[in-house]
């Protein structure tokens, strides 16, 4: 479950250029995640990948809408647990960190903390404890980069411009990461 998990989120997220099928592929992940929570309650990415794909689907109906419709409690569960399990886990970290980024942006600060419990500080030290897991990888750059834009704005421009550059510079291991460092070209010719 988790390796085709991982690849339809992938495919999803990346490379599915029909709205609709991407959701539905999405949402299909997610149900299938949920079935492996109940089959094997103890492994992470069954949790992790659980909020990966409801993340990317809120990402695309967007945030403010999935927080509405009550996803983004079950975004910060999953990857709350999985981190429980695994606390090791540097996507987890990875995408917690950029949870409390968007809810932040979307919402405010101070409604975000209230209503999420989400804070700019526990958001920037769960990407810094990413950063220290994964040090060679484009998305741990380019989703931290993404964060600092959206919990501190232009203040953190130039951080961010340094971390796309790194990510575009990032060697792929495998075809995400290829995906994550023409991501990272395609921000910085913008």
């Not at 959701?23 to 492994?43: F, G, I, M």
């Amino acid at each position: 479950y988790n390796v085709a998990n991982k690849a339809a989120t992938i495919y999803a997220s990346y490379l599915e250029t029909n709205d609709e099928r991407k959701l539905s592929l999405l949402n299909e992940v997610a149900q299938r995640c949920e079935e492996q929570q109940e089959e094997t309650p103890d492994d992470a990415n069954a949790w992790y990948l659980h909020a990966f794909a409801l993340g990317r689907y809120s990402q695309s109906i967007s945030v403010v809408k999935a927080l509405a419709q009550g996803l983004g409690g079950k975004i910060k569960h999953s990857l709350t647990q999985a981190l429980a399990l695994q606390p090791a886990h540097a996507d987890a970290h990875l995408a917690l960190g950029a949870y409390h980024a968007e809810v932040i942006d979307k919402v405010g600060a101070l409604v975000g903390g209230i209503t999420y419990g989400v804070k700019k500080d526990v958001g920037k030290d769960l990407l810094d404890t990413a950063m220290k897991l994964n040090p060679e990888s484009a998305i741990t750059r380019i989703e931290y980069a993404n964060a600092l834009l959206l919990m501190f704005g232009k203040a953190k421009m130039k951080e961010a411009e340094r971390l796309y550059q790194e990510a575009a510079a990032c060697v792929p291991l495998d075809a995400m990461e290829r995906l994550d460092v023409e991501a990272a070209k395609a921000e910085l010719a913008d």
